[in-house]
């Protein structure tokens, strides 16, 4: 089995490939998966690697950064179901990825979101000009539904990272303890929203450049 080193090996192998060929201009690479799936882990280790050898440089930027705030979900009467599809602003998102790919400011700030107190921090990362490659994980990037399936024309290259069912319900529950929730607050979350928000995830993104099974965890 595949460890998580060598998933980000072939990834960032194959996003310097494409930033030779498009000469130097920046190179926009998405790694999607369910929530729990290991994308995060694995789009950490890539900008590792990218950024190890000197050769080129990358940053990360993570789609999560576009959830909408828990006021506005309370309006829509979606906060129970936060990180769903229609829980994100997917035309920030989008417009965000354009401007990055574009790269003609000298920085861009870029929204990041804080687990810990569940809310994106605006501004809570700088990527300057000089970035070659930025490599943005998340959910939805491949997403066929729209608004959100225009944003995968956008990336030179994509991934999507797979994981079963038994393993992803697994992965999920663990990611929830530590939050001070009861197992049976644990077990909702997991089962009304995060469960079938990742096998939707799964059954429903586009087919993209590479697939990847990660061992570790998101």
């Not at 998340?138 to 066929?144: F, H, K, M, T």
Request: glycine share 8%; net charge neutral.
């Amino acid at each position: 089995m595949s460890t998580i080193a060598d998933n980000a090996r072939e990834i960032a192998a194959r996003a310097r490939q494409r930033f030779g060929q498009k000469k130097g201009r920046r190179v926009m690479v998405a790694i999607a998966g369910a929530p729990g799936s290991g994308k995060s882990t694995i789009a950490e280790e890539v900008v590792s690697q990218l950024n190890g050898k000197g050769d080129v440089s990358a940053a990360l930027f993570p789609m999560d950064g576009y959830h909408y705030d828990d006021a506005v979900l309370e309006q829509m009467g979606r906060r129970p179901f936060k990180g769903a599809i229609d829980t994100f602003d997917a035309h920030g998102l989008r417009h965000m990825l354009e401007r990055l790919k574009a790269n003609r400011d000298d920085v861009i700030a870029v929204p990041v979101f804080d687990r810990a107190i569940e809310i994106a921090r605006a501004g809570g990362r700088l990527i300057p000009q000089s970035v070659d490659i930025i490599v943005c994980e998340g959910n939805y990037l491949l997403s066929r539904q729209a608004p959100w399936d225009r944003l995968k024309p956008i990336f030179d290259f994509t991934v999507f990272v797979d994981v079963d069912e038994a393993d992803l319900r697994a992965r999920l529950q663990e990611r929830w303890h530590g939050f001070g929730l009861s197992a049976a607050e644990i077990t909702r979350k997991v089962e009304e929203n995060d469960l079938p928000n990742g096998l939707s995830i799964i059954s429903t993104s586009a087919e993209p450049d590479l697939r990847v099974k990660n061992p570790g965890s998101n």
